[in-house]
């Protein structure tokens, strides 16, 4: 017999060059962006030095009051720089002794780098230096080491197969990709991320956060909504055609769905964007688009095409029936209140007690149960080859629902939101993936023995 050990050690050698150099690229990217939003808008003025160190200190007096949603800003803002930092560290020094030394270095990096930024901070208009980020940051760059360390095998192993598919992709899929990369970044410029509930309040309140069809002056024009559906076909054209192999296409039934899942977390996205208007007419503009492209596309002649099957579209009403049933349990009786003011009032309230205590029981226990049924019924199905990823994408995504259900109770009378609510649901969720997952083990075990 073969020894497969020293097999499966030559194959990742073999990507490590391009596994780190993208390593590299994230962490710079990051790092890049970690300037961008934190300076933005560039407008430096002079400061005296005797304000600059009272604005530093003045988050650690007595009686200063600290933003929940700023600490998690922060640290969400160092996370994926610590994470492909440690992965680009961890992939080019082999040698356990000096890459602890090259580890240790690369977190002061990341620490000098949040303390640049943070004094930047009191050069720029609006904007507040506080040692209490440098803090927060710096907890972000360790959970990046943290998470790294947990999936990085998983995560080499993911890597590697997007870059086979990249490699093998015709040069128009190539293009089709690097196109769906700008067009996903075009849709969150400037970039200036905010999590404050008061802030995205604010769009709300004056009309810059609007559902479809909903009139404002800040509205996207009709011209605008043409070009947008324009931008869009591309996006249907790629998800047909990349991804699947040179001799197979996907259907413009599955690639319209792909498309239409993406495009919802770009406009989710792109509603904690302070300075941009998000219009949910634009939104549809860009599904009619897409479905045009993967219409188009779908012409394309091809040995095999990837069809929607019966699993597929099982699991798809299945999470369809699940956030129906949330949404009626976190929103009854769908008193809705649709008063700016008002919203801009209860966001504030919020996000000055984001933990205060829920209203009741009824507010916690529906929708806990509905995400412990969740993770139970999705346990078994995490992926043998990435279990680790798939668990914390399911987590962020689910986490992301639970903040958005939470959040939308601010326009419902009689209701009140808290975090407690969202991390009580992510705590059942987590646990249940876990319990199913394990439960599940010895059913797989014993089919691949069998």
Known sequence: MTDSAPCRRAGRETGAPVVRAVYGAGAAVFVAYAVWGSLFPFDFHRVPPADLARAW??????????????????????????????????????????????????FGCAVGLSVAIE????????????????????GGT??????????????????????????????????LLAYCCAFAIAWVLPGDVTLRPGEIGDKFEHKRLLLPFMSSPDAVTPAGLVFTAIAAIPLG??????????????SAAAAWT???????????????????????????AALVGAGCGAVAAAAAKRQRVVVIGAPTLFAVMSIAAWFAVTVVLSWWPFDVVLDPHRAAVQTVLWSRAPFRAPMSAFDVAPGAVMAAAAGFALGPRLSSRFTRLHALLILGLAGCVFLVLE????????????????????????????????ASAPLFLRRQVG
Do not use: H, Y
Request: net charge positive.
């Open 57 to 106: 200190t003045a988050s650690t007096l007595p009686g200063a009051t600290w933003s929940l949603t700023d600490l998690l800003s922060n640290v969400l803002l160092f996370l994926p720089i610590g994470l492909c930092a440690a992965a680009f560290v961890e992939t080019g020094w082999p040698e356990r002794d000096s890459k602890a030394g090259v580890l240790a270095a690369a």
């Open 119 to 138: 004094l930047g901070q009191a050069f720029v208009s609006a904007r507040t230096p506080s040692i209490v980020d440098v803090f927060a940051e710096a």
């Open 142 to 175: 360790a959970a990046g080491f943290l998470i790294w360390r947990i999936v990085r095998e998983e995560l080499d192993a993911l890597l590697r197969l997007i870059a086979r598919s990249v490699i093998r992709a015709t040069p128009a899929e190539r293009m």
């Open 237 to 250: 054209a790629a998800a047909v055609l990349c991804g699947c192999g040179r001799q197979a296409r996907r």
């Open 258 to 284: 792909i498309v239409a899942a993406l495009l919802a977390a770009l406009e989710l996205a792109q509603a904690t964007v302070f300075s941009r208007t998000t219009d949910g007419t634009a939104f549809v």
């Open 407 to 438: 959040s939308a109770r601010v326009l419902l009378d009689g209701k009140q939101p808290t975090l407690v609510t969202v991390a009580i649901q992510s705590a059942a969720l987590a646990f249940s993936l876990f319990v199913g997952r394990s």
